[in-house]
């Protein structure tokens, strides 16, 4: 005697068809795709302006997509943080922008009034502006308020507080420029 399984009959596949409509899994897993379209680096992307030929990687935080500009032929790496402001700032990255991975951008930040704890304190918005050309580092911090010009390099690990001007290189906390772009 053989132990081969028999084969199905119609009245089987049948049978398993109706079961898997039954299936609750079926219908969590389209759940899990309509929910996916809510996630924070997804419903904010649609309303953001976007240039053609500029790429972001899936897993970029958003916030506030619908007051951040990206120009054209832009690379945004992965773990990549844009955080409009609350009420009014903005981000707008020029054309030929390249973010290493791990840039964090806001435009949003806590007054400091000494005495007062700073999450009692009023946020305020001030616009963020990145001209064209420029190359972010890995780890790169860019606070509210910063205008960084055309042709900027800016070193990995940099927190950059405030404006840099055309074709710098800056690197450090706080960034400084280093040397100018030839």
Known sequence: MSNLPKSSTSFDKALRSIAS???PKAYLHAFRIIHFYRYSHVAPKSKMTIGKGSAMA???SLRNGER???GDNCHIGERC???AGESNGKISIGD???LAPNVFITASDYQ???GLNFRQQAKRDRDVTIGNDVWIGTNVTITAGVTIGDGCI???GAVVTKDLSPNSIAGGVP???IKERV
Do not use: E, Q, Y
Request: proline share 4%.
């Open 21 to 23: 409509l039954l299936n």
């Open 96 to 98: 030929f922008v390249s």
């Open 112 to 114: 400091f009034k000494k």
């Open 81 to 83: 943080s844009l955080w």
């Open 175 to 177: 960034a400084k420029k």
């Open 154 to 156: 800016i070193a990995a």
């Open 68 to 70: 951040i500009s990206i």
């Open 58 to 60: 899936p897993n970029t």
